[in-house]
């Protein structure tokens, strides 16, 4: 909904750029050429888009451990300044980064960080380790319907519910109307991260190795906004050793945030904002 008020503030701001340019044509068919006239003004240059990049854990918190000792919180740290780099080199988006050292960010803030800067898009990056050290691959989460389901009948419950929601001030609607908006907004959201986890998928697919059905759904904190479509991504398994090591080298993390940055044109470009 939010950004159906985004949407409708570029109309406007379109519409207004109408009248302004009928306003400093109108003298110029008046008066003799030259004479009076004001420069046409430039056309607005659309804002960026501004994405919120979460590298995952940090500070006391290492994330996985490689069996040679690479740490996952370096990885993810090291991807998403590549990838913040390269949105901001295009000049369409500005990134964010939850953490920009090796601090420690509770999950709650890190989503709250990203809310207070209205990012269009949520993509937590982190490196998986799982028991089996012949898996391996490139994976993405969204929020599991159920998890989805919890947490906005827990928004909806809030005892302060002074705050606004997707484009929704709480505390003005009625009781039983709130959580139905809630859940509207919440469907729209979810819709969205999955058209993003899609694109992941299918950008990613051609550059890196996937993991085995490579879209997942689970119950992450981190993915919890209800108005930010929100994607948690598992750049690969630390427990592999061709993951581990690829993970660190600084041309793969380039080749993925290449990946990630055309996942996120295609979900733009696609209308799924
Ligand atoms: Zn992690």
């Known amino acids: 909904m939010r950004d159906s008020i985004v949407r409708r503030r570029a109309f406007c701001a379109r519409a207004a750029g109408l009248v302004l340019a009928g306003w400093f044509a109108a003298p110029a068919v008046a008066q003799p050429p030259g ?6 003004p430039p056309p ?6 501004i994405v919120a990049i979460d590298p995952g854990h ?7 451990i490689s069996p040679h000792g690479l740490y996952e919180k370096e990885i993810t740290l090291a991807t998403a300044r590549e990838l913040a780099r390269q949105l901001e080199a295009g000049g369409r988006f500005r990134p964010v980064l939850t953490r920009r050292g090796d601090v420690l960010v509770p999950l709650r803030e890190r989503v709250a960080r990203a809310r ?10 982190h490196a998986d380790a ?19 389901d919890r947490e906005t009948a827990a928004l909806a419950a809030r005892e302060n519910k002074d705050d606004f929601v997707a484009g929704i001030h709480l505390r003005r609607q009625r009781r039983d109307i709130a959580p139905i908006l809630l859940d509207m ?64 080298q600084r041309a793969y993390q380039q080749r993925l945030a ?15 904002a």
């Open 44 to 49: 607005a240059k659309p804002a960026p888009v």
């Open 130 to 148: 799982l028991p089996d050290s012949e898996l391996r691959g490139l994976s993405v989460y969204t929020l599991s319907d159920q998890a989805s």
């Open 35 to 40: 004479k009076g006239r004001h420069p046409r």
């Open 185 to 248: 907004a919440r469907r729209q959201t979810n819709n969205r991260s999955l058209a993003l986890a899609h694109a992941i998928v299918t950008e990613l697919g051609h550059a890196v190795p996937l993991l085995e059905k490579p879209h997942r759904a689970a119950g992450f904190a981190v993915l919890t906004a209800p108005d930010m479509p929100s994607v948690l991504v598992e750049l690969g398994c630390l427990s592999n050793p061709g993951d581990e090591r690829l993970l660190p």
């Open 258 to 272: 290449r990946g990630l940055l055309h996942a996120i044109e295609h979900y733009f470009a696609a209308g799924a």
């Open 116 to 125: 207070m800067v209205h990012a269009e898009l949520f993509l937590s990056i």
């Open 58 to 64: 940090g500070g006391v918190d290492p994330g996985a």
